[in-house]
């Protein structure tokens, strides 16, 4: 593969809501560190979390204009079973861009329901993660 994840990076994820009264910080989703990794040619592995939770990610990294990446998130918080899906692609570096990073953006959604009821599956937001 042409383009390298492997690597740290910063990400965040925002409820999608058109609704532009919310204050922005209304709209949290979720924070944590992506650790990507690259265990074969074309497969993604590596870890997303943060403070008190961590989801090992599997899935795969397709070339093209621009790459995508489309892996699973699974874990256990406290006795629950956390299961999300990614779909990224890395942003094109703009020609005259300054002082611009590598940035994947994408949607998740929740496979699995959090048990407590407050969590349904099929909720979607918005992700981006910038390399660290």
Known sequence: MTVDFTGTWAYRSL???????????DLAFGAGTLELTEPSACDIGGTLGGPGWSLELSGTATPGEPPRLRWQGRGTIGE????????????????????????????????????????????TATFFAVRA
């Open 15 to 25: 409820v999608n809501s058109p609704d532009l009264t919310l204050p922005f910080n």
């Open 80 to 123: 629950e079973v956390w299961v999300y899906d990614y779909l990224g692609y890395l942003v094109p570096h703009w020609e005259n861009g300054v002082g611009q990073i590598d940035t994947i953006v994408g949607s998740i959604v929740r496979t699995v329901p959090h048990s407590d009821g407050q969590a349904e599956a099929g909720v």
